[in-house]
């Protein structure tokens, strides 16, 4: 408590001092100057496109909190920048592809899942905390095709790292006081969450390091079977470790992965079923428009051309919730750049305000309004909106859309199909605002799921074709060439 404190006289303090010295200059654009960095927010959809599409626009901000997540060694995807991010995304890219994300195998994956989740609920019966519900089954499929790893829904190692994984995102929220300013990690480490921080790390990569040991005893360099094998064989090749391909480096990526897929998977998902139990009468046309196509088959990623309510449904919730307004900011690291006759001065923090754009009264009508029908024309079929920006745009866009939306459109429906989503009688008043964080989720609910009809028989069929399909299972190799692009991309 001294310590946290402590910690705010000397912001208060730092932050009226600063005020005073720096001041904008004439043509900055709309934004502010925090602790003499200055902090610009794109608010339009058009600027932020054109932005997001330029490198100059593509740095990371290498903050010390950032470096020592790393062991200061390489920073992965997330938080990397320049020649080495560039390689590593692609590396990933390319990988996630030859494994099949968004082809038969990934589906098989999530629908696994989405069949246990839906086992789970059941059988749970009664009101239920929309926790950390949909964290293990969101996390299962891209941890399988990354690292060929599954956990039970409640494997104790796993509900540790979910609830670790929790309690950090919220402290790192953008603008976090340990990246404006280290030191105060040393009056505060735990109010800062710089211990839990530090904790974090250490036990995510000690639980991918024994994963990646694992592969490595079993490796057959002629048949990779996932991410963390075509790592292994990158690493062997001459050059390796000055591309950082090595096996910290591997944890890190792994670390990165995991933790870009549990929240915001999660995150999205609990706004789906709250905003769904809130509006009974979305609901029920999904689940007309699902019996009417499907019966009591189990749903197919390629049946959502057939399914425009349920996509456009998928929409509102991207837009009504906005998990990732900021995410994580972008950087001018390397020059100032001119930018729609501003000058953004070097070093600037660059925050798109994905909220607005999904919100803006001036493109859409009644925003703070759930309203599926927004994305449905005069004929029944989805339009097609480009100002859904929940994966971002441009050179950061998402690595895992195409997983992503097959998981959302996959776990949404087939929650539908099970359950009818219900608020406890007792459920408080509704409070849609979000609850910030590196992500922004719904406030804690609790939700009733009524099952719709009979448990059905458990996916063995298509376990057992997974089985099959991976004993003969060998990733389509799709040459690598990462010599001749990395020098090019070193020199930004
Ligand atoms: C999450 O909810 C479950 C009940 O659904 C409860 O047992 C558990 O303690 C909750 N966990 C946290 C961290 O709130
Ligand atoms: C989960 O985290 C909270 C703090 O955010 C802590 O109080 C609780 O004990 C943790 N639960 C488990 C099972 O570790
Ligand atoms: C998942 O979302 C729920 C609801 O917003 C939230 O309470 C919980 O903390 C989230 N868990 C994680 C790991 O993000
Ligand atoms: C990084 O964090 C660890 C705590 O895990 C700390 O011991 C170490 O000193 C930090 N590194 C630097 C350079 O401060
Ligand atoms: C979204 O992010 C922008 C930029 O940081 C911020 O100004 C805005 O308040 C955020 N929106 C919400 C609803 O918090």
Redesign the pocket.
């Known amino acids: 408590m001294l310590e946290w404190l402590a910690a705010c006289l000397v912001v208060v303090m730092l932050v009226m001092i600063v005020r005073e010295i720096f001041r904008k200059p004439a043509n900055f654009p709309p934004g502010f100057y925090l602790f003499g960095q200055p902090v610009i927010i794109l608010r339009d959809y058009d600027l932020i496109h054109e932005a997001f599409s330029k490198t100059e626009f593509s740095g990371r901000e290498q903050t010390f909190v950032i470096q020592n997540r790393s062991f200061f060694m390489g920073n992965g995807i997330i938080f990397g920048q320049g020649g080495g991010w560039s390689l590593h995304r692609r590396f990933a890219l390319q990988q996630l592809h030859d494994l099949g994300v968004g082809r038969p195998r990934s589906e098989l994956l999530v629908q696994l899942e989405v069949d246990a989740l839906v086992r789970r609920l059941t059988a749970s019966g009664g009101d239920l905390e929309?926790?950390?519900t949909?964290?293990m089954s969101g996390c299962n499929a891209l941890l399988q095709l990354v690292a060929g790893k599954r956990y039970e829904l409640d494997d104790p190692v796993f509900a540790q790292l979910?609830n670790d994984?929790?309690r950090v995102?919220r402290l790192a929220s953008p603008g976090n006081i340990l990246s404006l300013l280290p030191w105060v990690r040393h009056l505060a480490p735990s109010a800062t969450g710089f211990r839990a921080l530090c904790a974090l790390r250490d036990t995510t990569c000690s639980l991918f390091g024994e994963i990646v040991e694992e592969h490595r005893r079993t490796l057959n360099a002629g048949k990779p079977r996932d991410y963390v094998d075509a790592f292994l064989i990158e690493m062997e090749k001459e050059g390796a470790k000055e591309k950082d391909f090595t096996k910290q480096h591997l944890e890190i990526l792994l670390m990165d992965f995991f933790q870009a897929g549990?929240?915001t998977i999660?995150?999205t998902l609990?706004w789906a079923v709250l905003l769904l139990a809130r509006h009974p009468e979305v609901q029920a046309r999904l689940h007309a428009e699902l019996d009417e196509l499907l019966g009591a088959n189990s749903l197919r990623w390629s049946d959502r051309q057939s399914l425009p309510y349920l996509q456009a449904t998928i929409n509102e919730v991207h837009r009504f919730g906005t998990v990732t307004n900021v995410s994580v900011p972008h950087f001018t690291s390397f020059q100032p750049v001119v930018f729609n006759d501003y000058v953004i001065p070097r070093n600037s923090l660059i925050l798109p305000d994905i909220y607005h754009v999904h919100h803006d009264p001036s493109y859409w009508s009644e925003p703070e309004r759930f309203r599926p029908d927004r994305f449905i024309d005069q004929s029944g079929q989805l339009v097609h909106e480009s100002r859904l920006l929940m994966f971002g745009t441009g050179r950061r866009s998402c690595l895992g859309e195409s997983l992503a939306r097959m998981e959302v459109f996959l776990f949404v429906g087939g929650l539908l199909q099970a359950f009818h989503l219900e608020l406890p009688p007792d459920a408080p008043p509704a409070d849609l605002s979000p609850?910030a964080g590196v992500t922004y989720?719904?406030?804690?609910?609790r939700l009733r799921f009524r099952p719709r009809r009979p448990a059905a028989p458990e996916l063995n069929v298509a376990a057992l074709a997974l089985r099959s399909e991976q004993n003969s299972y060998c990733i389509k190799r799709s040459s690598f060439s990462s010599k001749v692009h990395f020098k090019e991309e070193r020199e930004i």
Do not use: L
Request: aromatic share 10%; with cysteine; glycine share 0%.
């Open positions: 929309v926790n950390t949909f964290c979910v994984t929790d995102m549990i929240e999660n995150s609990c609850q989720k719904p406030r804690p609910f």
